[in-house]
Nanobody, 120 residues
Framework: QVQLVESGGGLVQAGGSLRLSCAVSGRTFSNYHMGWFRQAPGKEREFVAGISWIGGSRYYADSVKGRFTISRDNAKNTVYLQMNSLRPEDTAVYYC?????????????WGQGAQVTISS
């Protein structure tokens, strides 16, 4: 398994931007699909975005398409989530995820989470 550590969360106003980072250690980063999930208070954890081993395939939840961009730097063992045009409903704890298949098919490792709060 790999170890995941998120950073970059915070408080921003609606319409603003944030970039989350997830540093990965423990195994060969490029062997894993990576992704981001989020969990709002009182709600189940939901998929946000995923990216394939070398970044050739990216996929998003409908709620974030056109606003969020996932990317990875295999040389730095890091995956990013650039979040633009943020809305109050994007408020949640964001979790980095790693999978040997695709993150929507099952997650092998989770990060500890990063709080993102959007004020209206």
């Amino acid at each position: 398994q790999v170890q995941l550590v998120e950073s970059g969360g915070g408080l921003v106003q609606a319409g603003g931007s944030l970039r989350l980072s997830c540093a990965v250690s423990g195994r060969t980063f490029s062997n894993y699909h990576m992704g981001w999930f989020r969990q709002a208070p009182g709600k189940e954890r939901e998929f946000v975005a995923g990216i394939s081993w070398i970044g050739g395939s990216r996929y998003y939840a409908d709620s974030v398409k056109g606003r969020f961009t996932i990317s990875r730097d295999n040389a730095k063992n890091t995956v990013y989530l650039q979040m633009n045009s943020l809305r109050p409903e994007d408020t949640a704890v964001y979790y980095c995820a790693a999978s040997k298949k695709t993150v929507v098919g099952g997650v092998d490792s989770w990060g500890q989470g990063a709080q993102v709060t959007i004020s209206s």
